[in-house]
């Protein structure tokens, strides 16, 4: 330790033993309690787009062709095996799954990822995926540029506390608000470093 380390160290310790601070109290009186229902879909709706995701309010269906517009004419797409076909029907799609995986340059070379969800919650729009059905394991959804995530209404619950609830902790946890993104220390953003560029919600009702 150099000297004018050990100087100024010692300055704050003799401030801190003079007027030692109050112990800081924290509230940890969080709401636990597993959702009973679905959560608020118009305040998920609305907390999703503030992070630069679009969201469509669809029915079942208008899935497909919702799904078919947004990857446009041609459009190659990455899927979970388990994913129900007629979300995708009339796009073409790549299969990925445990036992045949796409490799990470074939993932770099689809043009969207279409899943499902575990669920979203409503306090932080933050959508989240735990590799469960519909999902495909976690390389499927960070690789790609554009991924499509279909989020059901009865998925939806109020706070992180109520998320945690219902979810495996066991389990590969993603938690996804917006696309990916990050700012160097002048604050200026970037998208897609760490996943997808663009996210666009489906909110299904019904």
Not at 15 to 44: C, H, I, K, M, S
Not at 70 to 75: R, V
């Amino acid at each position: 330790m150099t000297e004018t380390r050990r100087i100024v160290l010692e300055r704050i310790r003799s401030a801190l033993a003079a007027a030692p601070p109050e112990p800081v109290q924290v509230p940890r009186d969080y709401e636990r309690t597993p959702a009973l229902g679905p959560g608020d879909a118009e305040r998920f709706a609305e907390m999703v787009s503030e992070y630069r995701a679009q969201v469509l309010s669809v029915d079942v269906a208008s899935i497909a062709p919702t799904i078919a517009t947004l990857t446009g004419s041609g459009a190659l797409v990455a899927i979970p095996s388990d994913l129900p076909r007629e979300w995708v029907n009339s796009i073409r799609t790549v299969g990925d799954d445990l036992e045949n995986p796409l490799a990470v340059t074939e993932l770099d070379r689809v043009d969207a990822v279409v899943t499902g969800c575990a669920l979203g919650i409503a306090g932080t729009g933050t959508i989240v995926l735990d590799a469960g059905p519909t999902q495909g394991r976690r390389a499927l959804t960070l690789v790609p540029d554009h991924h499509i995530c279909v989020v059901f209404t009865d998925q939806i619950v109020d706070t992180v506390p109520q998320a945690f609830s219902a979810l495996d902790a066991r389990r590969p946890l993603t938690f996804i608000s917006g696309p990916s993104a990050t700012s160097d220390i002048e604050l200026n953003r970037v998208e897609g470093v760490h996943g997808p560029r663009t996210l666009d919600v489906l909110l299904v009702s019904g």
